[in-house]
Protein backbone atom coordinates (compact mmCIF):
# COMPACT_ATOMS: atom_id res chain seq x y z
CA UNK A 1 0.00 0.00 0.00
CA UNK A 2 1.52 3.41 -0.91
CA UNK A 3 0.71 6.79 0.34
CA UNK A 4 2.11 9.82 -1.34
CA UNK A 5 0.87 12.03 1.73
CA UNK A 6 4.57 12.57 3.72
CA UNK A 7 3.07 11.43 7.44
CA UNK A 8 2.89 15.53 8.52
CA UNK A 9 0.14 16.08 5.95
CA UNK A 10 -1.78 13.08 7.73
CA UNK A 11 -0.98 14.09 11.40
CA UNK A 12 -2.32 17.54 10.30
CA UNK A 13 -5.42 16.85 8.58
CA UNK A 14 -6.76 14.51 11.97
CA UNK A 15 -5.41 17.29 14.43
CA UNK A 16 -7.16 19.57 12.32
CA UNK A 17 -10.44 17.52 12.47
CA UNK A 18 -9.79 16.38 16.03
CA UNK A 19 -9.17 20.17 17.53
CA UNK A 20 -11.95 21.30 15.80
CA UNK A 21 -14.51 18.92 17.61
CA UNK A 22 -16.22 19.01 13.80
CA UNK A 23 -16.54 15.56 13.81
CA UNK A 24 -18.82 15.15 16.81
CA UNK A 25 -20.46 18.47 16.19
CA UNK A 26 -21.32 17.34 11.74
CA UNK A 27 -22.85 13.73 13.82
CA UNK A 28 -24.53 15.66 15.81
CA UNK A 29 -26.08 17.85 13.33
CA UNK A 30 -26.89 14.75 10.86
CA UNK A 31 -28.82 13.03 13.61
CA UNK A 32 -32.70 12.83 13.33
CA UNK A 33 -34.69 15.53 16.09
CA UNK A 34 -35.76 14.54 18.89
CA UNK A 35 -36.12 10.82 17.63
CA UNK A 36 -34.65 7.55 16.28
CA UNK A 37 -31.27 6.11 17.34
CA UNK A 38 -28.01 8.33 16.78
CA UNK A 39 -26.92 7.31 13.34
CA UNK A 40 -22.85 5.62 13.28
CA UNK A 41 -21.88 7.60 10.15
CA UNK A 42 -17.57 7.99 10.58
CA UNK A 43 -17.79 11.68 9.74
CA UNK A 44 -13.65 11.84 11.47
CA UNK A 45 -12.92 9.71 8.46
CA UNK A 46 -15.44 11.97 5.79
CA UNK A 47 -13.66 15.31 6.92
CA UNK A 48 -10.19 13.74 7.37
CA UNK A 49 -10.77 12.23 3.98
CA UNK A 50 -11.68 15.28 2.22
CA UNK A 51 -9.10 17.36 3.70
CA UNK A 52 -6.63 14.74 2.56
CA UNK A 53 -8.75 14.28 -1.09
CA UNK A 54 -8.22 17.96 -2.28
CA UNK A 55 -4.39 17.70 -1.12
CA UNK A 56 -4.04 14.46 -3.26
CA UNK A 57 -5.90 15.64 -5.84
CA UNK A 58 -7.56 18.70 -5.75
CA UNK A 59 -10.87 16.86 -5.83
CA UNK A 60 -13.85 16.57 -3.38
CA UNK A 61 -15.75 14.03 -5.47
CA UNK A 62 -16.71 11.38 -3.12
CA UNK A 63 -15.25 8.71 -5.08
CA UNK A 64 -11.57 10.54 -4.69
CA UNK A 65 -12.23 10.94 -0.69
CA UNK A 66 -13.29 7.03 -0.34
CA UNK A 67 -9.68 6.22 -2.66
CA UNK A 68 -8.14 8.55 -0.30
CA UNK A 69 -9.32 6.50 2.62
CA UNK A 70 -8.95 3.16 1.60
CA UNK A 71 -6.24 3.39 -1.14
CA UNK A 72 -3.71 6.07 -0.07
CA UNK A 73 -3.26 5.78 3.66
CA UNK A 74 -1.45 3.67 5.99
CA UNK A 75 -3.14 0.68 7.27
CA UNK A 76 -2.42 1.47 11.03
CA UNK A 77 -4.46 5.06 10.22
CA UNK A 78 -7.05 3.58 8.28
CA UNK A 79 -7.75 1.38 11.64
CA UNK A 80 -7.07 4.57 14.14
CA UNK A 81 -10.24 5.83 11.74
CA UNK A 82 -12.20 2.91 11.47
CA UNK A 83 -12.12 2.81 8.19
CA UNK A 84 -10.66 -0.35 8.16
CA UNK A 85 -12.19 -2.96 10.71
CA UNK A 86 -11.93 -6.60 11.65
CA UNK A 87 -15.05 -8.40 10.38
CA UNK A 88 -16.38 -11.51 13.02
CA UNK A 89 -14.92 -13.77 10.25
CA UNK A 90 -11.58 -11.87 10.62
CA UNK A 91 -11.56 -10.47 7.22
CA UNK A 92 -10.72 -7.08 6.79
CA UNK A 93 -13.59 -4.93 6.35
CA UNK A 94 -13.86 -1.53 4.83
CA UNK A 95 -15.24 1.92 4.88
CA UNK A 96 -18.14 1.61 1.55
CA UNK A 97 -18.35 4.94 -0.94
CA UNK A 98 -21.86 4.44 -0.12
CA UNK A 99 -21.05 5.36 3.44
CA UNK A 100 -19.89 8.58 2.13
CA UNK A 101 -22.64 9.03 -0.17
CA UNK A 102 -25.58 8.53 3.05
CA UNK A 103 -23.08 11.63 4.74
CA UNK A 104 -23.99 13.90 1.84
CA UNK A 105 -27.45 12.92 1.83
CA UNK A 106 -28.30 13.59 5.22
CA UNK A 107 -26.26 16.62 4.88
CA UNK A 108 -28.69 17.83 2.40
CA UNK A 109 -31.57 16.86 4.54
CA UNK A 110 -30.89 17.88 7.92
CA UNK A 111 -28.60 21.26 6.86
CA UNK A 112 -29.68 22.30 3.07
CA UNK A 113 -30.70 26.05 3.80
CA UNK A 114 -30.85 27.50 0.56
CA UNK A 115 -33.92 29.19 -0.91
CA UNK A 116 -34.16 27.12 -4.47
CA UNK A 117 -33.54 24.28 -2.50
CA UNK A 118 -36.42 24.74 0.39
CA UNK A 119 -38.50 27.64 -0.32
CA UNK A 120 -40.79 26.80 2.13
CA UNK A 121 -38.56 26.40 5.24
CA UNK A 122 -39.29 29.35 8.04
CA UNK A 123 -37.00 32.43 8.48
CA UNK A 124 -35.86 30.60 12.05
CA UNK A 125 -34.84 27.42 10.75
CA UNK A 126 -32.96 28.65 7.40
CA UNK A 127 -30.67 30.79 9.61
CA UNK A 128 -30.20 28.09 12.78
CA UNK A 129 -28.99 25.76 9.87
CA UNK A 130 -27.00 28.44 7.92
CA UNK A 131 -25.74 29.54 11.11
CA UNK A 132 -24.57 25.54 11.97
CA UNK A 133 -23.37 24.84 8.58
CA UNK A 134 -20.89 27.99 8.47
CA UNK A 135 -19.56 27.44 12.18
CA UNK A 136 -19.11 23.85 11.96
CA UNK A 137 -16.44 25.09 8.55
CA UNK A 138 -15.12 27.74 10.98
CA UNK A 139 -14.30 25.75 13.55
CA UNK A 140 -11.90 23.89 11.04
CA UNK A 141 -10.48 27.02 9.57
CA UNK A 142 -9.91 28.55 13.33
CA UNK A 143 -7.50 25.67 14.00
CA UNK A 144 -5.32 26.95 10.79
CA UNK A 145 -4.96 30.47 12.15
CA UNK A 146 -2.18 30.97 14.63
CA UNK A 147 -2.31 34.58 16.42
CA UNK A 148 -2.62 37.44 13.32
CA UNK A 149 0.49 39.55 13.02
CA UNK A 150 -1.86 42.41 11.40
CA UNK A 151 -5.49 44.06 11.99
CA UNK A 152 -5.56 44.50 8.41
CA UNK A 153 -7.85 42.38 6.11
CA UNK A 154 -8.84 42.55 2.54
CA UNK A 155 -12.06 41.18 1.29
CA UNK A 156 -13.25 40.23 -2.03
CA UNK A 157 -15.67 37.95 -3.92
CA UNK A 158 -14.82 34.93 -6.79
CA UNK A 159 -17.28 33.43 -8.91
CA UNK A 160 -17.71 29.78 -7.66
CA UNK A 161 -19.19 27.48 -10.74
CA UNK A 162 -21.99 25.11 -10.02
CA UNK A 163 -21.76 21.40 -10.74
CA UNK A 164 -25.45 21.70 -11.99
CA UNK A 165 -26.26 22.96 -15.62
CA UNK A 166 -28.06 26.17 -16.11
CA UNK A 167 -31.38 25.72 -16.77
CA UNK A 168 -32.07 29.20 -18.15
CA UNK A 169 -29.98 32.01 -19.94
CA UNK A 170 -28.15 34.72 -18.23
CA UNK A 171 -29.99 37.48 -17.52
CA UNK A 172 -29.65 40.11 -20.75
CA UNK A 173 -27.75 43.17 -19.68
CA UNK A 174 -26.03 41.43 -17.08
CA UNK A 175 -22.72 42.71 -17.92
CA UNK A 176 -24.00 46.32 -18.52
CA UNK A 177 -25.69 46.19 -14.94
CA UNK A 178 -22.32 44.85 -13.85
CA UNK A 179 -20.74 47.84 -14.66
CA UNK A 180 -22.66 50.19 -13.43
CA UNK A 181 -22.31 48.77 -9.96
CA UNK A 182 -25.87 48.24 -9.22
CA UNK A 183 -27.24 45.05 -7.84
CA UNK A 184 -29.11 42.34 -10.00
CA UNK A 185 -32.35 40.87 -7.56
CA UNK A 186 -31.99 36.99 -8.56
CA UNK A 187 -35.07 34.93 -9.55
CA UNK A 188 -35.78 30.87 -8.18
CA UNK A 189 -34.48 29.29 -11.62
CA UNK A 190 -36.91 26.89 -11.08
CA UNK A 191 -40.17 29.21 -11.11
CA UNK A 192 -38.48 30.38 -14.52
CA UNK A 193 -40.98 30.83 -17.02
CA UNK A 194 -38.94 32.46 -19.94
CA UNK A 195 -39.69 30.59 -22.79
CA UNK A 196 -35.93 31.10 -24.19
CA UNK A 197 -34.35 29.59 -21.26
CA UNK A 198 -32.03 26.48 -21.72
CA UNK A 199 -33.53 23.36 -20.70
CA UNK A 200 -31.49 21.33 -18.92
CA UNK A 201 -31.32 17.74 -17.28
CA UNK A 202 -30.04 19.07 -13.34
CA UNK A 203 -29.14 22.03 -12.05
CA UNK A 204 -28.34 23.82 -8.71
CA UNK A 205 -31.80 25.61 -7.26
CA UNK A 206 -29.84 27.49 -5.38
CA UNK A 207 -27.31 28.79 -7.79
CA UNK A 208 -27.40 31.86 -10.15
CA UNK A 209 -26.47 33.98 -12.60
CA UNK A 210 -23.18 36.54 -11.87
CA UNK A 211 -20.32 37.95 -13.49
CA UNK A 212 -16.40 37.05 -12.96
CA UNK A 213 -13.35 38.05 -14.31
CA UNK A 214 -12.05 36.04 -17.61
CA UNK A 215 -8.83 34.98 -17.51
CA UNK A 216 -7.69 37.63 -19.71
CA UNK A 217 -8.98 40.15 -17.27
CA UNK A 218 -12.12 40.69 -19.09
CA UNK A 219 -15.61 40.28 -17.50
CA UNK A 220 -18.00 36.83 -18.37
CA UNK A 221 -20.98 35.61 -17.03
CA UNK A 222 -21.39 32.45 -15.14
CA UNK A 223 -23.80 30.02 -13.03
CA UNK A 224 -23.08 29.66 -9.38
CA UNK A 225 -22.32 31.08 -6.34
CA UNK A 226 -20.26 33.99 -5.24
CA UNK A 227 -17.82 33.00 -2.46
CA UNK A 228 -16.79 36.26 -0.11
CA UNK A 229 -13.74 35.98 1.78
CA UNK A 230 -11.73 37.97 4.02
CA UNK A 231 -8.28 37.15 4.16
CA UNK A 232 -5.11 38.52 6.29
CA UNK A 233 -2.73 40.79 4.50
CA UNK A 234 0.09 42.86 6.39
CA UNK A 235 -0.52 46.42 7.96
CA UNK A 236 2.51 47.91 6.03
CA UNK A 237 4.68 46.35 3.31
CA UNK A 238 7.54 44.15 4.14
CA UNK A 239 5.89 43.33 8.15
CA UNK A 240 7.79 40.22 9.04
CA UNK A 241 5.68 36.95 9.70
CA UNK A 242 2.65 37.62 7.70
CA UNK A 243 0.89 34.96 6.18
CA UNK A 244 -2.17 35.77 3.70
CA UNK A 245 -4.74 32.74 5.04
CA UNK A 246 -8.69 32.86 4.82
CA UNK A 247 -10.00 33.56 8.02
CA UNK A 248 -13.90 33.89 7.41
CA UNK A 249 -15.66 33.31 4.23
CA UNK A 250 -19.61 33.13 3.32
CA UNK A 251 -21.31 31.91 0.08
CA UNK A 252 -24.29 33.28 -1.78
CA UNK A 253 -25.67 32.68 -4.47
CA UNK A 254 -23.91 35.00 -7.42
CA UNK A 255 -25.13 38.50 -7.96
CA UNK A 256 -26.69 39.29 -4.95
CA UNK A 257 -26.33 41.81 -2.50
CA UNK A 258 -22.95 41.66 -1.34
CA UNK A 259 -23.09 43.90 1.99
CA UNK A 260 -24.40 41.78 4.58
CA UNK A 261 -22.54 38.67 3.47
CA UNK A 262 -19.27 40.96 3.89
CA UNK A 263 -19.98 42.89 7.29
CA UNK A 264 -21.01 39.12 8.64
CA UNK A 265 -17.33 38.43 7.77
CA UNK A 266 -15.84 41.10 9.91
CA UNK A 267 -18.49 40.51 12.39
CA UNK A 268 -17.62 36.93 12.75
CA UNK A 269 -13.67 37.53 12.55
CA UNK A 270 -14.10 39.62 15.44
CA UNK A 271 -16.67 36.92 17.14
CA UNK A 272 -12.96 34.60 16.65
CA UNK A 273 -10.98 36.69 18.74
CA UNK A 274 -9.37 38.45 16.00
CA UNK A 275 -8.97 42.37 15.88
CA UNK A 276 -9.96 44.03 12.69
CA UNK A 277 -8.74 47.82 12.19
CA UNK A 278 -8.37 48.34 8.65
CA UNK A 279 -10.51 46.93 5.37
CA UNK A 280 -9.01 46.96 2.13
CA UNK A 281 -11.70 46.67 -0.20
CA UNK A 282 -12.00 47.35 -4.40
CA UNK A 283 -14.63 49.79 -6.08
CA UNK A 284 -17.38 47.04 -6.02
CA UNK A 285 -17.79 47.31 -2.37
CA UNK A 286 -17.23 51.91 -2.21
CA UNK A 287 -19.68 52.33 -4.87
CA UNK A 288 -22.21 50.97 -2.13
CA UNK A 289 -24.46 53.73 -0.11
CA UNK A 290 -22.94 55.26 2.95
CA UNK A 291 -25.27 54.18 5.39
CA UNK A 292 -25.31 50.43 3.89
CA UNK A 293 -21.45 50.44 3.70
CA UNK A 294 -19.55 53.26 5.25
CA UNK A 295 -21.16 54.00 8.19
CA UNK A 296 -21.55 50.59 9.45
CA UNK A 297 -17.97 50.02 8.72
CA UNK A 298 -17.78 53.14 11.53
CA UNK A 299 -19.98 51.39 13.35
CA UNK A 300 -17.43 48.42 14.08
CA UNK A 301 -14.57 51.32 13.94
CA UNK A 302 -12.94 49.62 10.82
CA UNK A 303 -10.98 52.28 8.16
CA UNK A 304 -11.78 51.20 4.70
CA UNK A 305 -8.71 51.87 2.03
CA UNK A 306 -11.13 51.79 -0.96
CA UNK A 307 -10.72 52.32 -4.84
CA UNK A 308 -12.58 54.49 -6.87
CA UNK A 309 -15.51 53.35 -9.35
CA UNK A 310 -15.86 55.11 -12.60
CA UNK A 311 -18.74 56.75 -11.68
CA UNK A 312 -17.43 58.45 -8.53
CA UNK A 313 -14.79 60.07 -10.52
CA UNK A 314 -14.74 63.91 -11.49
CA UNK A 315 -14.99 67.49 -9.48
CA UNK A 316 -18.36 68.37 -7.82
CA UNK A 317 -19.14 71.41 -6.17
CA UNK A 318 -19.50 71.51 -2.84
CA UNK A 319 -20.19 75.23 -1.36
CA UNK A 320 -17.56 76.23 -3.85
CA UNK A 321 -15.15 74.03 -3.40
CA UNK A 322 -14.10 71.42 -5.67
CA UNK A 323 -14.92 67.71 -3.96
CA UNK A 324 -12.84 64.41 -5.68
CA UNK A 325 -12.86 61.18 -4.46
CA UNK A 326 -14.25 62.46 -1.23
CA UNK A 327 -11.73 65.31 -0.76
CA UNK A 328 -12.06 69.07 -1.29
CA UNK A 329 -9.84 70.84 -3.18
CA UNK A 330 -9.10 74.66 -3.83
CA UNK A 331 -12.01 76.53 -6.37
CA UNK A 332 -9.51 77.10 -8.40
CA UNK A 333 -8.15 73.20 -9.64
CA UNK A 334 -7.53 72.87 -12.90
CA UNK A 335 -10.70 71.53 -14.53
CA UNK A 336 -8.54 68.36 -16.21
CA UNK A 337 -7.13 67.06 -13.17
CA UNK A 338 -11.13 66.00 -12.21
CA UNK A 339 -11.10 62.43 -13.72
CA UNK A 340 -7.93 60.73 -13.07
CA UNK A 341 -8.81 57.22 -14.65
CA UNK A 342 -7.13 54.53 -11.65
CA UNK A 343 -4.19 52.23 -12.90
CA UNK A 344 -4.74 48.81 -12.73
CA UNK A 345 -2.25 45.81 -11.21
CA UNK A 346 -1.84 45.35 -14.91
CA UNK A 347 -0.89 48.67 -16.51
CA UNK A 348 2.68 49.48 -18.17
CA UNK A 349 5.02 51.16 -15.99
CA UNK A 350 4.20 54.39 -17.94
CA UNK A 351 0.63 54.19 -17.52
CA UNK A 352 1.17 53.93 -13.38
CA UNK A 353 3.85 56.91 -13.92
CA UNK A 354 1.28 59.08 -15.36
CA UNK A 355 -1.47 58.53 -12.79
CA UNK A 356 1.08 59.47 -9.72
CA UNK A 357 2.09 62.47 -11.67
CA UNK A 358 -1.43 63.40 -11.91
CA UNK A 359 -2.34 62.68 -8.83
CA UNK A 360 0.00 64.23 -7.18
CA UNK A 361 -0.19 67.55 -9.18
CA UNK A 362 -4.54 67.53 -8.27
CA UNK A 363 -3.23 66.92 -4.38
CA UNK A 364 -1.43 70.20 -4.37
CA UNK A 365 -4.86 71.71 -4.66
CA UNK A 366 -6.11 69.65 -1.94
CA UNK A 367 -7.27 71.19 1.38
CA UNK A 368 -5.49 69.32 4.47
CA UNK A 369 -7.72 67.72 6.25
CA UNK A 370 -7.57 68.85 9.78
CA UNK A 371 -10.52 66.43 11.16
CA UNK A 372 -12.25 63.24 9.34
CA UNK A 373 -15.34 62.71 9.21
CA UNK A 374 -18.01 61.23 11.87
CA UNK A 375 -20.92 59.36 12.37
CA UNK A 376 -22.18 62.51 13.71
CA UNK A 377 -20.37 64.94 12.24
CA UNK A 378 -18.40 66.43 8.97
CA UNK A 379 -14.83 66.51 8.04
CA UNK A 380 -13.21 70.08 9.18
CA UNK A 381 -10.57 71.39 6.28
CA UNK A 382 -7.93 74.36 5.94
CA UNK A 383 -7.06 76.17 3.01
CA UNK A 384 -3.84 74.60 0.57
CA UNK A 385 -2.42 77.88 0.38
CA UNK A 386 -2.08 78.25 4.26
CA UNK A 387 -1.07 74.44 4.48
CA UNK A 388 2.08 75.52 2.23
CA UNK A 389 1.07 73.71 -0.88
CA UNK A 390 0.02 76.47 -3.83
CA UNK A 391 0.19 79.92 -3.65
CA UNK A 392 -2.95 82.11 -3.77
CA UNK A 393 -3.20 86.03 -4.04
CA UNK A 394 -5.90 85.62 -1.42
CA UNK A 395 -3.63 84.70 1.13
CA UNK A 396 -1.17 87.25 1.72
CA UNK A 397 2.38 86.01 1.75
CA UNK A 398 1.29 82.31 -0.19
CA UNK A 399 2.38 83.21 -3.69
CA UNK A 400 6.08 84.45 -2.90
CA UNK A 401 6.64 81.44 -0.80
CA UNK A 402 4.95 79.09 -3.81
CA UNK A 403 7.40 80.58 -6.17
CA UNK A 404 10.58 80.30 -4.12
CA UNK A 405 9.27 75.96 -3.71
CA UNK A 406 8.36 75.84 -7.18
CA UNK A 407 5.02 75.34 -6.52
CA UNK A 408 2.09 75.97 -8.19
CA UNK A 409 0.09 79.13 -7.79
CA UNK A 410 -3.54 80.09 -8.34
CA UNK A 411 -3.97 82.64 -11.84
CA UNK A 412 -7.12 83.54 -11.64
CA UNK A 413 -8.66 83.14 -7.69
CA UNK A 414 -12.62 83.73 -6.99
CA UNK A 415 -13.37 87.30 -6.31
CA UNK A 416 -13.06 88.06 -2.97
CA UNK A 417 -16.77 89.38 -2.19
CA UNK A 418 -18.43 86.78 -3.41
CA UNK A 419 -15.47 84.02 -2.87
CA UNK A 420 -16.82 80.99 -0.73
CA UNK A 421 -16.23 80.95 2.68
CA UNK A 422 -12.99 78.48 2.27
CA UNK A 423 -10.87 81.57 0.77
CA UNK A 424 -12.40 83.54 3.36
CA UNK A 425 -12.23 81.23 6.44
CA UNK A 426 -9.04 79.37 7.59
CA UNK A 427 -10.76 76.36 8.62
CA UNK A 428 -14.33 75.29 7.07
CA UNK A 429 -16.99 72.02 7.67
CA UNK A 430 -18.39 69.53 5.80
CA UNK A 431 -21.38 67.76 6.13
CA UNK A 432 -22.58 64.21 6.16
CA UNK A 433 -23.29 64.28 2.37
CA UNK A 434 -19.64 64.68 1.42
CA UNK A 435 -18.86 61.57 -0.92
CA UNK A 436 -18.69 59.75 2.82
CA UNK A 437 -19.12 56.41 1.16
CA UNK A 438 -15.60 56.55 -0.45
CA UNK A 439 -14.02 58.56 2.66
CA UNK A 440 -10.59 57.02 3.24
CA UNK A 441 -7.47 57.96 5.63
CA UNK A 442 -5.03 58.52 2.60
CA UNK A 443 -5.53 60.77 -0.49
CA UNK A 444 -6.99 58.30 -3.28
CA UNK A 445 -4.31 57.50 -5.56
CA UNK A 446 -1.29 58.76 -3.62
CA UNK A 447 1.76 56.95 -2.77
CA UNK A 448 0.73 56.71 1.20
CA UNK A 449 -2.55 54.83 -0.63
CA UNK A 450 -0.86 52.86 -3.30
CA UNK A 451 0.94 51.80 -0.70
CA UNK A 452 -1.57 50.90 1.86
CA UNK A 453 -3.93 49.66 -0.84
CA UNK A 454 -1.66 47.35 -2.53
CA UNK A 455 -2.16 44.91 -0.14
CA UNK A 456 -5.53 43.93 -1.37
CA UNK A 457 -3.34 42.22 -4.10
CA UNK A 458 -3.11 39.35 -1.36
CA UNK A 459 -6.67 38.49 -1.68
CA UNK A 460 -6.38 38.25 -5.04
CA UNK A 461 -3.61 35.89 -5.20
CA UNK A 462 -5.23 33.72 -2.20
CA UNK A 463 -8.06 33.03 -4.78
CA UNK A 464 -5.75 32.43 -7.50
CA UNK A 465 -4.06 29.91 -5.65
CA UNK A 466 -6.98 28.46 -4.72
CA UNK A 467 -8.38 27.94 -7.74
CA UNK A 468 -4.77 26.61 -8.99
CA UNK A 469 -5.17 23.47 -10.69
CA UNK A 470 -1.87 22.12 -9.13
CA UNK A 471 -3.54 23.11 -5.60
CA UNK A 472 -6.16 23.32 -4.51
CA UNK A 473 -8.25 23.04 -7.88
CA UNK A 474 -11.40 24.43 -7.32
CA UNK A 475 -12.98 25.14 -10.69
CA UNK A 476 -15.80 23.29 -12.36
CA UNK A 477 -16.36 19.76 -11.07
CA UNK A 478 -14.11 19.81 -7.98
CA UNK A 479 -16.82 18.57 -6.59
CA UNK A 480 -20.27 17.03 -7.21
CA UNK A 481 -23.14 18.19 -5.22
CA UNK A 482 -25.79 21.29 -5.49
CA UNK A 483 -27.14 23.19 -2.95
CA UNK A 484 -26.29 26.32 -0.74
CA UNK A 485 -25.18 24.18 2.14
CA UNK A 486 -23.40 21.41 0.37
CA UNK A 487 -21.48 23.41 -1.82
CA UNK A 488 -20.48 25.60 1.34
CA UNK A 489 -19.24 22.47 2.70
CA UNK A 490 -16.98 21.82 -0.24
CA UNK A 491 -15.60 25.25 -0.70
CA UNK A 492 -15.16 25.72 2.87
CA UNK A 493 -13.21 22.56 2.89
CA UNK A 494 -10.87 23.56 0.36
CA UNK A 495 -9.98 27.01 2.31
CA UNK A 496 -8.49 25.11 5.36
CA UNK A 497 -6.60 23.00 2.69
CA UNK A 498 -5.04 26.41 1.76
CA UNK A 499 -4.20 27.42 4.87
CA UNK A 500 -2.71 24.02 6.02
CA UNK A 501 -0.70 24.54 2.71
CA UNK A 502 0.27 28.10 3.11
CA UNK A 503 1.57 26.87 6.77
CA UNK A 504 3.24 24.16 5.81
CA UNK A 505 4.94 26.32 3.19
CA UNK A 506 5.95 28.95 5.84
CA UNK A 507 7.29 27.18 9.18
CA UNK A 508 10.16 29.09 9.26
CA UNK A 509 8.30 31.52 10.58
CA UNK A 510 7.82 30.17 13.90
CA UNK A 511 9.95 28.81 16.54
CA UNK A 512 11.79 25.62 16.37
CA UNK A 513 10.27 23.18 18.51
CA UNK A 514 7.05 24.93 18.88
CA UNK A 515 4.72 22.47 20.24
CA UNK A 516 1.64 22.80 17.36
CA UNK A 517 1.93 20.36 14.70
CA UNK A 518 0.66 22.47 12.38
CA UNK A 519 3.42 24.83 12.78
CA UNK A 520 6.04 21.86 12.05
CA UNK A 521 7.88 20.78 9.19
CA UNK A 522 7.11 17.81 7.34
CA UNK A 523 8.43 14.95 9.10
CA UNK A 524 11.86 13.14 6.97
CA UNK A 525 10.41 10.61 5.19
CA UNK A 526 12.39 6.94 4.84
CA UNK A 527 11.26 5.79 1.88
CA UNK A 528 8.72 2.71 1.84
CA UNK A 529 8.57 -0.86 1.04
CA UNK A 530 6.55 -3.34 -0.70
CA UNK A 531 4.90 -6.07 1.94
CA UNK A 532 3.81 -9.24 1.54
CA UNK A 533 0.19 -10.13 3.31
CA UNK A 534 2.67 -11.94 6.02
CA UNK A 535 4.47 -9.18 6.69
CA UNK A 536 1.37 -6.89 6.37
CA UNK A 537 -0.20 -9.32 9.20
CA UNK A 538 2.67 -9.24 11.73
CA UNK A 539 3.34 -5.72 11.48
CA UNK A 540 -0.49 -4.87 12.22
CA UNK A 541 -0.87 -7.61 15.30
CA UNK A 542 2.48 -5.27 16.50
CA UNK A 543 1.35 -2.31 16.55
CA UNK A 544 -2.33 -3.25 17.69
CA UNK A 545 -0.92 -4.96 20.55
CA UNK A 546 0.84 -1.46 21.37
CA UNK A 547 -2.41 0.65 21.22
CA UNK A 548 -3.94 -1.77 23.69
CA UNK A 549 -0.95 -1.42 25.75
CA UNK A 550 -1.06 2.11 25.79
CA UNK A 551 -4.95 2.49 26.54
CA UNK A 552 -4.61 0.06 29.20
CA UNK A 553 -1.56 2.29 30.83
Given at each position: ?????????????????????????????????????????????????????????????????????????????????????????????????????????????????????????????????????????????????????????????????????????????LLKLDASGEELTQVNPAADTDTDAVV???????????????????????????????????????????????????????????????????????????????????????????????????????????????????????????????????????ARLGTIASAGPTASAATKAEFAASID?????????????????????????????????????????????????????????????????????????????????????????????????????????????????????????????????????????????????NTDLFAVGEGDVLLQQDADCHGFVFL??????????????????????
Amino acid sequence: MITPFNPSVIERAIEVVDRSGAAEELLHLLSPPKRGRRPSYNTRAFLVGALLAVQWKGSLVVRDIHRVLVGRLPLDTQRELSIRSTGPDGTDVLLSEQHLYRILTAMGRYLEFGTGSLPDLSDTEREARRSAVLGLLHSLLAVTLPESASTSRAIDGTGIWSYGKQPRKAPSGLLKLDASGEELTQVNPAADTDTDAVVSVAFDPDAGHGVKTRKDGGRETYYGYQLHALVRVPDYSGQDGFIPLFETFELSPAQLDIVNPSLGLIDRSVAMGNTVTDLLADRHYSYKTADRWFYELMDRDVRQHVDLHPNDQGFRNYEGMKMAAAWMHCPSTPARLGTIASAGPTASAATKAEFAASIDERQQFAMRRVSRQSATTGARWECPAINGTVGCPLREGTVEVAQLNGLPVVVEPPDLATAPKCCTQRTVSTGLDAQAKIEQEHYWGSEKWRLRYNARTYVEGAFGNLKNTTTENVERGFFQVVGLAKVSFMVGIALVAHNLRMLRGNTDLFAVGEGDVLLQQDADCHGFVFLTAEEEQVISTMRQKARVDATAA
